[in-house]
Protein backbone atom coordinates (compact mmCIF):
# COMPACT_ATOMS: atom_id res chain seq x y z
CA UNK A 1 0.00 0.00 0.00
CA UNK A 2 1.58 3.34 -0.81
CA UNK A 3 2.24 5.44 2.11
CA UNK A 4 -0.63 8.22 1.60
CA UNK A 5 -3.21 5.42 1.45
CA UNK A 6 -1.89 3.43 4.37
CA UNK A 7 -2.38 7.01 6.58
CA UNK A 8 -5.56 7.19 5.53
CA UNK A 9 -6.28 3.44 6.78
CA UNK A 10 -4.43 3.99 10.09
CA UNK A 11 -6.69 7.53 10.60
CA UNK A 12 -9.83 5.54 10.15
CA UNK A 13 -8.92 2.76 12.11
CA UNK A 14 -7.63 4.93 15.03
CA UNK A 15 -11.09 6.93 14.56
CA UNK A 16 -13.17 3.63 14.60
CA UNK A 17 -11.26 2.42 17.60
CA UNK A 18 -12.35 5.54 19.32
CA UNK A 19 -16.21 5.05 18.80
CA UNK A 20 -15.97 1.25 19.86
CA UNK A 21 -13.76 2.00 22.87
CA UNK A 22 -16.34 4.98 24.09
CA UNK A 23 -18.94 2.43 23.39
CA UNK A 24 -17.07 -0.31 25.85
CA UNK A 25 -16.67 2.26 28.65
CA UNK A 26 -20.68 2.98 28.14
CA UNK A 27 -21.81 -0.63 28.71
CA UNK A 28 -21.28 -1.49 32.54
CA UNK A 29 -24.82 -2.39 33.53
CA UNK A 30 -23.62 -5.63 35.02
CA UNK A 31 -26.74 -8.20 34.12
CA UNK A 32 -27.98 -11.33 32.50
CA UNK A 33 -29.58 -11.06 29.15
CA UNK A 34 -32.79 -12.21 27.29
CA UNK A 35 -31.80 -13.15 23.86
CA UNK A 36 -34.16 -13.91 20.72
CA UNK A 37 -32.92 -16.28 17.93
CA UNK A 38 -35.86 -15.62 15.04
CA UNK A 39 -36.62 -15.84 11.65
CA UNK A 40 -37.26 -18.23 8.63
CA UNK A 41 -33.68 -19.12 7.93
CA UNK A 42 -31.59 -21.82 8.98
CA UNK A 43 -29.23 -21.54 12.48
CA UNK A 44 -31.53 -20.73 15.05
CA UNK A 45 -31.34 -23.68 17.36
CA UNK A 46 -27.67 -24.56 16.90
CA UNK A 47 -26.72 -21.01 17.52
CA UNK A 48 -27.97 -21.12 20.96
CA UNK A 49 -26.76 -24.73 21.41
CA UNK A 50 -23.24 -22.58 20.58
CA UNK A 51 -23.53 -20.17 23.09
CA UNK A 52 -24.90 -23.28 25.79
CA UNK A 53 -21.09 -25.02 24.89
CA UNK A 54 -19.83 -21.51 25.90
CA UNK A 55 -21.62 -21.16 29.22
CA UNK A 56 -21.18 -24.97 30.04
CA UNK A 57 -17.00 -24.30 29.21
CA UNK A 58 -17.10 -21.78 31.90
CA UNK A 59 -18.23 -24.22 34.20
CA UNK A 60 -21.71 -22.44 34.76
CA UNK A 61 -24.87 -24.10 35.11
CA UNK A 62 -27.62 -24.40 32.50
CA UNK A 63 -30.71 -25.89 31.08
CA UNK A 64 -32.08 -26.75 27.97
CA UNK A 65 -35.96 -26.35 27.47
CA UNK A 66 -37.12 -28.29 24.53
CA UNK A 67 -40.60 -27.22 23.59
CA UNK A 68 -40.60 -30.05 19.80
CA UNK A 69 -40.83 -34.22 20.57
CA UNK A 70 -38.68 -35.65 18.26
CA UNK A 71 -35.65 -33.97 18.85
CA UNK A 72 -33.75 -36.63 20.95
CA UNK A 73 -32.10 -38.46 17.97
CA UNK A 74 -30.16 -34.87 17.50
CA UNK A 75 -26.07 -35.16 17.96
CA UNK A 76 -26.02 -32.67 20.73
CA UNK A 77 -28.48 -34.97 22.64
CA UNK A 78 -26.31 -37.83 22.30
CA UNK A 79 -22.76 -35.76 22.78
CA UNK A 80 -24.49 -34.16 26.21
CA UNK A 81 -25.53 -37.69 27.80
CA UNK A 82 -22.63 -39.59 26.34
CA UNK A 83 -19.91 -37.53 27.90
CA UNK A 84 -22.59 -37.18 31.24
CA UNK A 85 -22.76 -33.62 30.95
CA UNK A 86 -26.46 -33.45 30.92
CA UNK A 87 -29.15 -34.91 33.06
CA UNK A 88 -32.95 -35.50 31.61
CA UNK A 89 -35.58 -34.92 33.93
CA UNK A 90 -37.81 -37.45 32.34
CA UNK A 91 -35.68 -39.99 31.31
CA UNK A 92 -32.89 -42.20 33.30
CA UNK A 93 -30.85 -42.44 30.13
CA UNK A 94 -27.72 -40.21 30.10
CA UNK A 95 -28.77 -39.29 33.72
CA UNK A 96 -25.07 -37.67 35.19
CA UNK A 97 -25.03 -36.21 38.72
CA UNK A 98 -22.50 -34.25 38.14
CA UNK A 99 -22.99 -32.34 34.60
CA UNK A 100 -24.19 -28.85 34.22
CA UNK A 101 -26.77 -28.95 32.20
CA UNK A 102 -30.45 -30.14 32.77
CA UNK A 103 -32.51 -31.20 29.82
CA UNK A 104 -36.27 -30.55 29.86
CA UNK A 105 -37.95 -32.64 26.54
CA UNK A 106 -41.70 -32.62 25.54
CA UNK A 107 -42.35 -36.33 25.96
CA UNK A 108 -45.47 -36.19 24.65
CA UNK A 109 -48.13 -33.70 22.46
CA UNK A 110 -46.86 -31.54 19.94
CA UNK A 111 -45.28 -32.50 17.15
CA UNK A 112 -46.09 -30.61 13.39
CA UNK A 113 -48.02 -33.74 13.03
CA UNK A 114 -50.35 -34.14 16.12
CA UNK A 115 -52.80 -31.03 15.50
CA UNK A 116 -54.64 -31.86 18.63
CA UNK A 117 -54.97 -28.89 20.21
CA UNK A 118 -55.67 -30.36 23.73
CA UNK A 119 -53.16 -32.55 24.09
CA UNK A 120 -50.76 -30.42 22.43
CA UNK A 121 -51.29 -27.39 25.10
CA UNK A 122 -51.26 -29.94 28.07
CA UNK A 123 -48.36 -31.16 26.97
CA UNK A 124 -46.48 -27.32 26.41
CA UNK A 125 -48.00 -26.27 30.03
CA UNK A 126 -46.43 -29.91 31.63
CA UNK A 127 -42.83 -28.76 30.36
CA UNK A 128 -43.15 -25.32 31.30
CA UNK A 129 -44.58 -26.50 34.93
CA UNK A 130 -41.18 -28.40 35.02
CA UNK A 131 -39.32 -25.48 33.56
CA UNK A 132 -40.40 -22.91 35.93
CA UNK A 133 -38.43 -23.32 39.04
CA UNK A 134 -35.51 -22.71 37.13
CA UNK A 135 -36.33 -18.98 36.66
CA UNK A 136 -36.30 -18.90 40.57
CA UNK A 137 -32.78 -20.28 40.50
CA UNK A 138 -30.16 -18.05 41.25
CA UNK A 139 -27.57 -20.93 40.51
CA UNK A 140 -28.77 -21.03 37.00
CA UNK A 141 -27.20 -18.95 34.79
CA UNK A 142 -28.88 -20.12 31.50
CA UNK A 143 -31.85 -21.62 30.17
CA UNK A 144 -32.24 -22.07 26.81
CA UNK A 145 -35.98 -22.33 25.40
CA UNK A 146 -35.83 -24.17 22.36
CA UNK A 147 -38.85 -23.30 19.94
CA UNK A 148 -40.94 -21.91 22.18
CA UNK A 149 -42.42 -19.25 20.32
CA UNK A 150 -44.73 -21.68 18.99
CA UNK A 151 -46.10 -22.21 21.96
CA UNK A 152 -47.36 -18.68 21.88
CA UNK A 153 -48.16 -18.14 18.46
CA UNK A 154 -50.77 -21.37 18.68
CA UNK A 155 -52.14 -19.93 22.29
CA UNK A 156 -50.47 -23.09 24.11
CA UNK A 157 -48.86 -20.74 26.88
CA UNK A 158 -49.67 -16.97 27.52
CA UNK A 159 -47.06 -14.53 26.42
CA UNK A 160 -47.51 -12.05 29.27
CA UNK A 161 -47.05 -14.68 31.77
CA UNK A 162 -44.52 -15.56 30.36
CA UNK A 163 -42.65 -12.09 30.22
CA UNK A 164 -43.43 -11.39 33.66
CA UNK A 165 -41.47 -14.57 34.68
CA UNK A 166 -38.65 -13.54 32.72
CA UNK A 167 -39.25 -9.85 34.40
CA UNK A 168 -38.78 -11.42 37.58
CA UNK A 169 -36.15 -13.78 37.14
CA UNK A 170 -32.14 -13.71 39.26
CA UNK A 171 -30.52 -10.43 38.17
CA UNK A 172 -27.60 -12.40 36.38
CA UNK A 173 -29.25 -15.11 34.69
CA UNK A 174 -29.29 -15.44 30.69
CA UNK A 175 -32.07 -16.72 28.46
CA UNK A 176 -32.00 -17.50 24.79
CA UNK A 177 -35.34 -17.90 22.99
CA UNK A 178 -35.46 -19.30 19.75
CA UNK A 179 -38.01 -20.44 17.09
CA UNK A 180 -39.82 -18.25 13.88
CA UNK A 181 -42.34 -15.76 14.44
CA UNK A 182 -41.41 -14.53 17.72
CA UNK A 183 -43.84 -12.20 18.98
CA UNK A 184 -43.73 -8.45 18.92
CA UNK A 185 -43.96 -8.10 22.79
CA UNK A 186 -40.81 -10.54 23.04
CA UNK A 187 -39.47 -8.81 21.03
CA UNK A 188 -40.16 -5.57 22.70
CA UNK A 189 -38.69 -6.62 25.95
CA UNK A 190 -35.58 -8.70 24.71
CA UNK A 191 -32.18 -7.48 25.11
CA UNK A 192 -30.73 -9.05 21.96
CA UNK A 193 -32.84 -9.98 18.85
CA UNK A 194 -31.19 -11.57 16.09
CA UNK A 195 -33.02 -12.57 12.60
CA UNK A 196 -32.16 -15.49 10.68
CA UNK A 197 -32.98 -14.54 6.94
CA UNK A 198 -33.20 -17.79 4.35
CA UNK A 199 -30.69 -16.61 1.64
CA UNK A 200 -30.42 -20.22 0.95
CA UNK A 201 -31.28 -23.77 1.80
CA UNK A 202 -30.07 -26.94 0.73
CA UNK A 203 -33.35 -28.59 1.15
CA UNK A 204 -34.70 -26.12 -1.75
CA UNK A 205 -32.07 -27.49 -3.97
CA UNK A 206 -33.29 -31.37 -3.26
CA UNK A 207 -30.71 -32.43 -1.04
CA UNK A 208 -31.57 -34.52 1.99
CA UNK A 209 -31.76 -33.21 5.41
CA UNK A 210 -28.45 -34.98 6.98
CA UNK A 211 -26.91 -36.56 10.43
CA UNK A 212 -24.79 -34.21 12.05
CA UNK A 213 -26.11 -31.04 9.92
CA UNK A 214 -29.71 -31.20 10.51
CA UNK A 215 -30.21 -33.49 13.67
P1 LIG B 1 -30.93 -25.42 13.11
O1 LIG B 1 -31.44 -26.41 14.14
O2 LIG B 1 -30.24 -26.13 11.99
O3 LIG B 1 -30.17 -24.30 13.70
P2 LIG B 1 -33.24 -23.74 12.97
O4 LIG B 1 -33.40 -23.93 14.43
O5 LIG B 1 -32.88 -22.37 12.49
O6 LIG B 1 -32.22 -24.80 12.40
P3 LIG B 1 -35.95 -24.71 12.59
O7 LIG B 1 -37.01 -23.81 12.10
O8 LIG B 1 -35.95 -25.11 14.02
O9 LIG B 1 -34.55 -24.10 12.14
O10 LIG B 1 -35.98 -25.98 11.68
C1 LIG B 1 -35.14 -27.06 11.90
C2 LIG B 1 -34.88 -27.83 10.64
O11 LIG B 1 -35.40 -27.21 9.47
C3 LIG B 1 -33.40 -28.01 10.37
O12 LIG B 1 -33.26 -29.29 9.87
C4 LIG B 1 -33.09 -26.99 9.33
O13 LIG B 1 -32.01 -27.34 8.47
C5 LIG B 1 -34.36 -26.90 8.56
N1 LIG B 1 -34.54 -25.54 8.04
C6 LIG B 1 -34.32 -24.38 8.69
N2 LIG B 1 -34.56 -23.32 7.89
C7 LIG B 1 -34.97 -23.84 6.70
C8 LIG B 1 -35.36 -23.26 5.43
N3 LIG B 1 -35.36 -21.94 5.25
N4 LIG B 1 -35.71 -24.12 4.44
C9 LIG B 1 -35.69 -25.45 4.62
N5 LIG B 1 -35.34 -26.04 5.79
C10 LIG B 1 -34.97 -25.26 6.80
MG1 LIG C 1 -34.78 -24.79 15.67
Request: hydrophobic share 35%; glycine share 6%; proline share 2%.
Amino acid sequence: MNTEKAQRHNERMKRHKKIVDEKIDNANIEQGVVIVITGNGKGKTTSALGTLLRSLGHGQQCALVQFIKGQWDCGETHFFADNNISHNKESSKGTSETGNLVTYTMNTGFTWNTQDFDKDKLAAEEVWKQALPLFSDPECNLIVLDEITYMFKYKYLDINDFITVLNNRPRHQNVIITGRAAPEELIEMADTVSEIRPVKHAFNQGIKAQEGIEW
